[in-house]
């Protein structure tokens, strides 16, 4: 099967074109590889910062009738420990691992960077893009096109692994982020990050459900605005994308692709679908195309690029 | 969808001085070993395990350890508290030789279980072991029911001293012969531990402190056997990973907390280490 849904990624080949993404199943090294024996071709480790941080205080997740709602607040064991277990990872297999990291200024990412040159991991991920941590850092820095090319840039200078971008949906103009992205030196982007914030109240208790009050949506109620992203982005960059948001099943994947992605995320269907998620789609993926007649996952057609994609870009 | 459930604290019993059973009027669709993810939308939601659950009711027994469950023990019978759940694995229900082996505040769900349990038609001997008499879990609940009981404390202030491992030692290798329960006279010293009538066990279930469970291990032999472990949770829904089990990654709100010997005998953190909230390992 893998045979078929293998595909190129910044050089590195991959058996699918399945991602674990950021925040799911990756606070160990356990975690990441029970996600790469049941089908993932790329892993993503947690969000890590320069510190531990427990996160917020629950609730921090909660279930609704097409999605969930989380704000974690990008717990993590710190970078150390957290490159500690992306190598005991390496050790048991040889799936490719992106390490996403997070800081709120340029010093930050330059420290983190450095401590990543010196990890096993393959790729190095910039969450420019967390909506849940607002209280303590502000705007994510994936709303602005100036912060994005700052960090983007300073770490290229750096880093010894290709960089991907991870941008947010909640901007005005996602084609000016993801250029200055490009423009920065960025080897792929990554998108996209929760939805909103949103929230969900209590109505006994008349409380907000989560006790950070707002949190990033995911699962099935994004992926419209997922695609729509992805495909506006694909149509103005010339650099791979994962694409990610709502993909529960193989023909959202299909969809993804089509819209420009050359990866494709899977978080949120881990809870609808269980850890074997990443197995199912690959069949399902290689059942479309079966009955479609594409002997090659590259065979895939995309859409044909947007016209004038970049025309409000004015970086 | 596991939909959240909003309702007022019916009945609020204390067993000992930071121990108390919280009771809900509500259907609850829970097996023994499952648990609930409760909070009070002040700052934390924590699992806890189903301590009793029968037609139209459940319970949890909760130990006063920090500031939730602090919080939680100023509550007052008509508050209000929201819970999801019930969450993860349950044990499996045997209908034959069991013994169950419990310390600490991992004893209650062990009544909800011996309940089950005699329900399908085991022969149900229970362990519960506690520090002093006083600290003593669900003891009298236990002496109603239909059941061999041995209690024993550390202090041995009900006659003996030991602990649930040192009686479930004994248990297992056939030095120790559980009478049955003699009305609610159920000291240990009022009846006689005889060497005959060799038993053996189909099926052992534990939950505990993870260093009582990892030192009972060792007198399992070749015995089936559940144990009930806990690791920091947060979405309780199986994608944080905050609570996966080195070096298998299965993630105990899901395919646990309750495992089976074949499990546990893979993990190399089990008694070792576990991950606190920020995913940092912390040995026990
Ligand atoms: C499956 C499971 C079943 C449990 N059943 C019971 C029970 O029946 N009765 C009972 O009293 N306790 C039970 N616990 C433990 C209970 O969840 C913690 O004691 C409680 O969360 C403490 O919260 P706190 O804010 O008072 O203390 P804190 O000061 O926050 O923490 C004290 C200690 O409690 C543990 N803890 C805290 N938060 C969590 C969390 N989110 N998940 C797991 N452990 C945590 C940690 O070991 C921590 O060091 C169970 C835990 C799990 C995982
Ligand atoms: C519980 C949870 C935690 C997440 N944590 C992170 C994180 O630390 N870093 C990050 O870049 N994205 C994080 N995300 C976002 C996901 O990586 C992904 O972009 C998003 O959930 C959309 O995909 P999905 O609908 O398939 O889940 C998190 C998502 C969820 C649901
Ligand atoms: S608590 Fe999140 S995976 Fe178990």
Redesign the interface.
């Known amino acids: 099967m893998y045979n078929r849904l293998k595909t190129k990624f910044l050089g590195i080949e991959v058996k699918s074109p399945l991602v674990l993404p950021a925040?799911?199943?990756?606070?160990?090294?356990?975690?990441?590889?029970?996600?790469a024996?049941n089908g993932a071709g790329m892993v993503t480790s947690?969000s890590l910062t320069l510190e531990?941080?427990?996160?917020h205080?629950?609730?921090?997740?909660?279930?609704?009738?097409s999605g969930?709602l989380?704000s974690?607040g990008l717990?993590?064991?710190?970078i150390v420990?957290?490159l500690a277990?992306i190598d005991e990872f390496k050790e048991?297999s040889d799936t490719p691992v992106i390490v996403s990291v997070f800081a709120n200024n340029t010093q930050d990412f330059i420290k983190i960077t450095n401590r990543v040159n010196d990890s096993k991991a393959d790729f190095l991920e910039l969450n420019l893009s967390c909506p849940n941590v607002y209280d303590e850092f502000g705007i994510p820095l994936a709303a602005s096109k100036n912060k994005v090319y700052e960090i983007v840039n300073a770490v290229k200078r750096d880093s010894e692994l290709p960089v991907i971008a991870k941008l947010s949906p909640n901007v005005l103009n996602i084609i000016d982020i993801a250029t200055a992205a490009e423009k920065a030196g960025a080897d792929a982007l990554c998108l996209i990050n929760t939805v909103g914030p949103g929230m969900l109240i209590?109505i006994?208790?008349v409380?907000?459900?989560l006790?950070p009050k707002f949190g990033g949506l995911s699962g099935p109620c994004i992926k419209p605005v997922a695609l729509k992203l992805i495909y506006q982005t694909y149509s103005a960059v010339n650099i791979p994308i994962i694409g990610m948001g709502g993909v529960t099943d193989g023909e959202d994947a299909i969809e993804m692709i089509m819209a420009g992605a050359i990866l494709v995320g899977v978080?949120?269907a881990?809870?609808y679908r269980?850890?074997e998620v990443f197995n199912k789609i690959n069949k399902e993926i290689i059942q479309f195309m079966d009955e479609s007649g594409y002997s090659l996952l590259e065979e895939i057609p995309r859409l044909e690029k947007l016209e004038n994609a970049t025309q409000t870009s004015d970086l | 969808?596991?939909k959240?459930v909003?309702?007022t604290i019916a009945k609020i019993e204390h067993e000992t001085k930071d121990i108390k059973t919280f009771t809900f009027y509500h259907k609850l669709d829970a097996r023994p070993g499952q648990f609930i993810?409760l909070?009070?939308?002040?700052?934390?939601?924590?699992p806890f395990s189903i301590s009793d659950c029968t037609e139209n009711e459940f319970s949890v027994t909760v130990k006063k350890i920090g500031e939730f469950t602090t919080r939680l023990f100023s509550k007052r019978e008509g508050d209000?508290m929201?819970f999801?759940g019930a969450y993860g694995s349950s044990f499996f229900i045997s209908n034959t030789k069991v013994l169950l082996v419990g310390g600490g505040y991992g004893v209650p769900p062990l009544y909800f279980l011996a309940k089950r349990l005699l329900k399908a038609g085991a022969e149900v001997v229970v362990v519960n072991g506690a520090r002093t008499e006083e600290d003593l879990l669900f003891d009298d609940k236990f002496k109603e029911l239909n059941i061999k009981y041995i209690n024993i404390t550390e202090k041995g202030d009900l006659g003996k001293k030991g602990t649930s491992v040192s009686i479930a030692k004994k248990l297992l290798q056939n030095q120790l012969v559980p009478k049955p329960q003699l009305g609610n006279n159920n000291h240990p010293q009022a009846g006689a531990w005889g060497r005959e009538n060799r038993e053996k066990f189909d099926f052992l279930y534990a939950a505990g402190p993870e260093k009582m469970m990892k030192n009972l291990q060792k007198f399992t032999g070749d015995i089936t056997y559940e144990f009930l472990l806990e690791r920091y949770m947060?979405?309780a829904?199986?994608?944080?990973?905050?609570c996966?089990?080195?070096?298998?990654?299965?993630?105990l709100c899901?395919e646990g907390p309750v495992l089976h010997k074949k499990l546990v005998e893979q993990l190399t953190e089990f008694g070792k280490y576990h991950?606190?909230?920020?995913?940092?390992?912390i040995g026990f």
């Open positions: 925040g799911i199943m990756d606070m160990s090294f356990s975690g990441l590889d029970i996600s024996r947690k531990p941080r427990s996160g205080k629950g609730p921090v997740i909660a279930e609704f009738e969930l989380n974690m717990c993590n064991p710190g420990d957290g277990e048991r209590d006994k208790m409380k907000p459900v006790f978080g949120t881990v809870y269980g850890i | 969808m596991n959240r909003t309702l993810m909070t009070d939308f002040e700052g934390g939601e924590k209000l929201s999801r947060k979405c829904i199986g994608i944080c990973g905050n996966t089990v080195d070096p298998l990654g299965i993630r899901v991950r606190d909230a920020s995913g940092k390992r």
